[in-house]
C-alpha cells in the first residue's frame, strides 16, 4: 500500500519488490491453507483462503515485470488511466464477491 501511496519515497515500480511476497505469503501459502482446510472438510474457509489466495497471485502477477503485462498500457504505465480504472474495477469485482 505504501508504494501505491508514494510514501517515503517510493513509486510504483517500487510494487518489484514486493512481488516476491505476493506469490509466496500471499499466494502460495493461503492456496495451500484452502487445500488443507478442504481435507479437514471445512467448505467456508476453504472457499476464503482459495479466492484471496488467487488474489494475490493476480496481484502479483500483474505487478511482476517478467510477464511484461505493463506494457500493453503504453509509456505510462502504472500511472496511466487505462491501468488505473482496470485495477480499480478488479477490485470492485473482488469486493462484491
Do not use: R
Request: proline residues 4%; aromatic residues 14%.
Amino acid at each position: 500500500m505504501w508504494c501505491l501511496l508514494q510514501f517515503k519515497g517510493s513509486n510504483l515500480t517500487s510494487l518489484v519488490s514486493v512481488s516476491g511476497s505476493l506469490y509466496f505469503m500471499g499466494g502460495i501459502a493461503m492456496n495451500i491453507a484452502g487445500l488443507a482446510e478442504f481435507i479437514l472438510g471445512n467448505s467456508f474457509p476453504f472457499a476464503v483462503f482459495i479466492i484471496y489466495g488467487c488474489h494475490w497471485m493476480v496481484l502479483a502477477y500483474t505487478g511482476d515485470p517478467s510477464h511484461l503485462i505493463l506494457n500493453a498500457f503504453g509509456p505510462e504505465g502504472m500511472a496511466g488511466k487505462p491501468w488505473n480504472s482496470g485495477q480499480g474495477h478488479y477490485a470492485l469485482v473482488m469486493a462484491l464477491e
